[in-house]
């Protein structure tokens, strides 16, 4: 066959530094699904920005509400490739103007349930000609309202599961209730990494990671911090970390009404020299672990990709509500009584491949589909409308109070005094600003300081 001719009609091949960027917004409500969000938008580009050398822009949002998070937890995230400044507050509409006006190609809505639910509503009835892909999913263990949360993040292109076990779990709920099951994407958790564990002569480090809302009690929280202690009084020459994931007054993803920080001050006896409390990123604690203790934190698969000796709590029971079920047949779980005694759980292989922990401590193929499904999306010029599971026909009951926590009518458009303001001038901008931050703080202080006390007082 003879070689093809150059035709004047066809046209020239860009090259690829003058093709546009892959334009990819991020949208989180708390600081680790920031870090959940921004690191899968990372791993989902990542073939393509390598192959073909096209720029990548992400821009980071972040939802404005009771968890958002501060400038000192997002610089203690980690890196992430955003930089901290350069993400900005938005509400729910101000962020679908975004997407309107800004022509993204990929949307990662990194929110809890009812968040992404209402974005998708809001998105749908944008009604663009050519919208983005849209893709979310779970920032760590789900061993909780498996059922609701899914068809919250129904209607996404990609719900990404962080493992074969949660895929297979996810695709049995959507297909149960009749829904479409093909967004679910079989990926793994996108933090997952660092250098394998390997012992150092003269270091002896066991670390605790707490939990903002596991357990939930002051008695279980002050026995744990109890116990914590003792091992450290045990043990004097080993280090013994207190790893938390907020300051007192700041949120995660999950509400803290009763910091280990202040029961610590008042356990009784004091804390031993070699008993420590450490902020800052997960990874970077666990570069100096030799033993990491949990109740059911993601910290553990962070901790097992690593391949870190780890161990799960039993002291307070195998319950669904602690998280710790879900770590049934991984030979992790155990007490502190043999945690005291030197015990060191050796973790089951099998159970380790099924939940996405690599038994190389490697990522290998765990992005490849989920960005083939992006690329495939991406090349199809025109996407069909966002189709929720939940739409005021199917629950009326239900859908529009969720829209309305957002600001959104039950189609989807913004309620009327919720459409953002166009700003008039740098000084009213700046006014607006100061006014919205101090509206921000008291709010922020009565979800967080007023509400848990006025709750405890309501159980004496």
Known sequence: MPPRTSNAADPAPTPAELRPALRVAVLADSDTRWKWGALTARRLTAEADERDARPVQVSGLLLRGRA???????AEVGEVGIEAEKVREVTAVEFLHTVRDEAYDVVVL??????VQAMLHGLAALHLTRRPVIVTGYVGVVYEKLADGLLLRHGADVVLANSAHDAERFRTVYEGVGADASAVTEAALPFLGGAPYEPEEGRDTVVFAAQPSVPASRADRTYLLRRLVEHARLHPR??????LRSRPGEHTTHIEELPYQKLAQRLPGGLPPNFRLVYGHMGEVLDRTDLLVTVSSTAALESLHRRIPTAVLTDLGVREPLGNHHFVGS???????????????RPDEEWLAGQGVAADGSYGSAYDTARAKVAELLADRQLPPLAPYYTPATAPGYLPAILARHHLAPDGTPLPGAAAPQETGRVRGAV???????????????????????RRMGEL
């Open 238 to 243: 080993r280090e013994v970390l207190l790893k």
């Open 432 to 454: 607006r600003e100061t006014v919205r931050n101090a509206a921000r703080g008291a709010y922020r202080h009565g979800v967080q300081r007023v509400a848990p006390v006025i």
């Open 68 to 74: 958002t998070p501060t400038p000192r937890q997002l």
């Open 331 to 345: 030979g992790l779980l155990t007490s502190w009584d043999r945690l005291d005694g030197g015990y060191r759980p």
């Open 110 to 115: 990194a929110l809890v349930g009812g968040g």
